[in-house]
């Protein structure tokens, strides 16, 4: 998908659900926006991976020096109530 058929399909979302009533912006500044962040947040995904020497993809990771290792989240973390609990 293209990033104009992205920017105009969420246009279209913001139109149908009326979402642009809460700060009154057009639509399609919204949808400006809104790539303009995700364009930011991938930019700032490679850097860091960049900078850590690892890349990602979709199921899973490698650093560039080992093998693969899986991006999945641990079942189980310490609690936040208890930032001792192991």
Not at 43 to 68: E, F, P
Request: glycine content about 4%; proline content about 5%; hydrophobic content about 30%.
């Amino acid at each position: 998908m293209s990033k104009s058929q992205l920017r105009t399909d969420i246009e279209e979302a913001i139109n149908r659900n009326s979402a642009e009533n809460g700060s009154d912006t057009p639509d399609f500044i919204l949808a400006e926006f809104l790539v303009s962040c995700l364009d930011a947040f991938d930019k700032t995904v490679h850097a860091r991976s960049n900078w850590y020497n690892h890349h990602c993809h979709i199921g899973g990771c490698h650093h560039l020096d080992s093998k693969m290792v899986s991006a999945e989240i641990p079942q189980s973390s310490p609690s936040l109530d208890n930032p001792n609990e192991s």
